[in-house]
């Protein structure tokens, strides 16, 4: 690829097709996996247009069971084989489970290292939708509790351009998170576009007055948020986490040590949660470093509500994040 | 575990200056011992401890002022959770845990006392102002916050240190002179007084003549270092007094008027080259004129080498000022918060006095009463006053 062509007009939707078809072009090992991602073309047609390019062999429409298609990937990747499952929502993938946790998650300690499951699961998560509480959970804070995977949350075209390969070379277990509002996310890509790193948290914006963390679909209102924050002379860094497991606090506690306030923005719950997990990890290693307390814009404590209004007044919108950092700034001067 | 922290001692007091540590590591104290000086606005006071227990750790040096509140040194307790080291005290410990639920009097007597000490609130500084402070070498009390009641922001240190830098303002505002911060403090009890307790004002001329002719006619029989001054039948008054009227007794508290059973007379004592004082006479209704006597010399000629205990600072119930004795015909006091009166004696002198259609020559003196008008009303006031007269006619009763 040419690295001085011009830059490419896609969508988020698009750019994880292209890192499907880059891995199913790579390594013959690869192969795909899921609920209607033939002959249907996956439910957010990410997978479009794959069946008829690479073959029944290698994009195989599986039956409703989570448990069933999760577990035979943990054992082609146990035999050799790099699968690509995926789970059409996170709400389902309570079903697998079982096969994630004590599998997936468990089988390189419990064996000695004997086994590596270089397997990587893709999800869909998040609300906004109207597809009521079933289909509309964030679970992606729940699954970076557990010790043995890695959980990213890709929520730029180049993160779901890149990630994926990056993901299939790694020999533990991976889930891929995609917040589907994020499909229909229009922009930009490098023509030669290409694997980036999964380690380290991005900062998207820079700022001096206060540090906004967040992740996957939340961050474009936050990036919102920062531009109005901007206009009343408020200047806001703004932290993209991208995996949630291994937490990158490196990156959050540089940026804190700069402007020592700090907003958490998370479509999960609180309780219990990523969010949580955030400022527990501030108190133990920069509690010196802070000069307000931190403050969390997360869902409201009720399953996704269907009613629209309802929904939106549930998840984390660009006032709520607006309030929260003016309240962090202004009432601690 | 006993936490021994910075005792409040007084609604004014913020921060402490640790003078000395009478105790070390592994010594055994007993409640009420004496077991640190510190230095406040108002002059060095003895501190005492209120638990029996061995000293665990010290963990504030001397020479440190630290905030009311702040940790000062752990002691292990006879039954205390001694989780920090069970094995040492384990067999000093077990026959004096059957000892400790029969100390019952003076544990209900601190436990009242105890709403003076969480009134003085902590200034709340950030984390991160706090350690700037501490890299730039400011003392943290030194630094306001932005507006009253927030909490101390690196902004606040920021801009002390910048006033420093500059050469204008010192970082440290507060003069290192005890009269000076005496001021400071006064300034802020009165200023806090004024601002938000509703006084109201009560006087009655007293007819004394009996009172001070059985106090002189007792001194009389007694050897000079054993007589009784003027104002000690008073003290003991106006104490009786308050019995009958509790509401006058106490302090006002989060919105509310919390009555103490105990009489603890602050006693006003002006301090050499300026300044006040108004420690307590613990227990005053149950004291004699002797005892009282005795306690009032002893706590003027402390006052004045400034030896004060905590305890006296931290637990009046209620103040009387005796200004007559400088020659004023009537006090109308400041409560000194969260108090909710102050009781003042005037001059004792001669006047013109009508009794039984004759205008006859009688030992007056005008006493007055100002009270907090939310914990109490200008009737109970009076029938304080005149409680405090009926008393004051049979001085026999006062012994």
Redesign the interface.
């Known amino acids: 690829m040419n690295p001085l062509a011009p830059p490419i007009t896609t969508t988020y939707r698009d750019a994880m097709r292209m890192a499907l078809r880059e891995a199913l072009k790579r390594d013959p090992r690869v192969f795909l996996m899921g609920e209607d991602v033939g002959r249907y073309g996956g439910t957010y047609a990410v997978t479009r247009g794959l069946l008829d390019e690479f073959g029944e062999d290698r994009i195989r429409d599986t039956p409703l069971s989570e448990s069933v298609f999760v577990g035979a990937g943990i054992g082609a990747a146990m035999n050799g084989m790099l699968p690509i499952v995926e789970v059409m929502t996170c709400n389902f993938s309570l079903l697998a489970l079982d096969q994630i946790l004590n599998n997936a998650a468990t089988l390189r300690h419990m064996s000695g290292g004997q086994f590596s499951i270089p397997l990587v699961i893709r999800m869909a998560t998040g609300a906004g939708r109207q597809l009521a509480a079933q289909h509309s959970h964030s679970f992606e804070g729940w699954y970076a509790h557990i010790p043995g995977i890695k959980v990213l949350t890709p929520a730029t075209i180049e993160d779901a351009r890149g990630m994926l390969w990056t993901a299939l070379m790694d020999p533990d277990p991976v889930i891929i998170f995609e917040n589907a509002l994020l499909y229909n996310l229009e922009g930009n890509l490098a023509a030669d576009a290409g694997p980036v790193g999964i380690d380290r948290a991005i900062v998207r914006r820079t700022g001096d007055d206060l540090t906004l963390v967040t992740y996957g679909g939340s961050l474009h209102k936050t990036i919102q948020a920062a531009e109005r924050l901007a206009g009343q002379g408020i200047s806001s860094e703004v932290i993209d986490l991208r995996t949630l497991r291994p937490l990158d606090m490196e990156t959050v506690l540089e940026s804190l040590a700069k402007t020592h306030r700090m907003v958490i923005i998370d479509e999960g719950w609180k309780s219990g949660s990523l969010s949580a997990e955030i400022m527990a990890r501030v108190m133990e290693q920069a509690f010196y470093d802070l000069d307000a307390p931190i403050e969390r814009v997360c869902s409201v404590e009720v399953p996704i509500p269907y009613a629209r209004h309802l929904e939106q007044a549930a998840i984390p919108q660009v006032e709520t994040i607006l309030a929260a950092a003016l309240r962090t700034v202004k009432n601690h001067v | 575990m006993y936490e021994f922290r910075m005792p409040s001692l007084g609604a004014d007091m913020e921060a402490g200056t640790l003078v000395e540590w009478l105790i070390k590591t592994g010594d055994t104290v007993n409640r009420g011992q004496v077991v640190a000086v510190v230095e406040t606005q108002k002059g060095a006071v003895d501190v005492e401890i209120w638990e029996d227990g061995t000293v665990d750790k010290i963990v504030v040096e001397t020479g440190r002022k630290v905030p009311v509140g702040e940790l000062l040194a752990l002691l292990r307790t006879p039954n205390g959770a001694s989780s920090a080291a069970p094995e040492k005290s384990r067999e000093d410990t077990t026959p004096q845990s059957v000892q400790k639920p029969t100390i019952t009097n003076t544990e209900s007597l601190h436990s009242e006392a105890a709403p003076v000490a969480t009134l003085s609130v902590r200034q709340r500084v950030?984390?991160?102002?706090?350690?700037l402070a501490e890299e730039r070498g400011i003392d943290i009390a030194s630094v306001q916050p932005?507006e009253a009641g927030?909490?101390i922001?690196?902004?606040d240190v920021e801009r002390v240190a910048k006033m420093g830098a500059s050469g204008s303002v010192t970082a440290k505002p507060i003069p290192p002179d005890w009269h000076s911060q005496m001021r400071v403090a006064i300034a802020a009890a009165m200023s806090r007084s004024k601002r938000e307790i509703p006084h109201y004002y009560l006087a009655t001329d007293i007819d004394v003549t009996r009172v001070v002719s059985w106090i002189e006619s007792e001194n009389l029989k007694r050897s000079v270092s054993d007589r009784i001054l003027p104002v000690v039948p008073f003290m003991r008054a106006v104490s009786m007094a308050l019995n009958e009227v509790p509401e006058l007794n106490g302090f006002w508290i989060e919105g509310e008027s919390r009555p103490s059973s105990a009489v603890h007379l602050g006693m006003a004592i002006s301090m050499r080259g300026g300044g006040l004082v108004a420690p307590a006479i613990h227990d005053s209704d149950g004291k004699g004129i002797d005892q009282l006597m005795v306690d009032l010399r002893d706590l003027v000629t402390r006052v004045r080498s400034g030896r004060l205990r905590s305890s006296e600072m931290s637990d009046p119930t209620v103040t009387f000022t005796n200004l007559g004795e400088k020659g004023v015909e009537g006090v109308f006091g400041v409560i000194y918060p969260p108090q909710v009166a102050i009781i003042g004696l005037g001059k004792i002198s001669e006047r013109p006095w009508v009794e039984g259609g004759q205008v006859v020559v009688r030992k007056v003196a005008t006493i007055t009463l100002a009270a907090d008008h939310r914990a109490s009303d200008g009737h109970r006031g009076g029938l304080f006053l005149a409680a405090l007269d009926r008393l004051l006619q049979e001085p026999e009763g006062l012994r």
């Open positions: 950030s984390p991160s102002a706090r350690k932005s927030a909490a922001s690196r902004a």
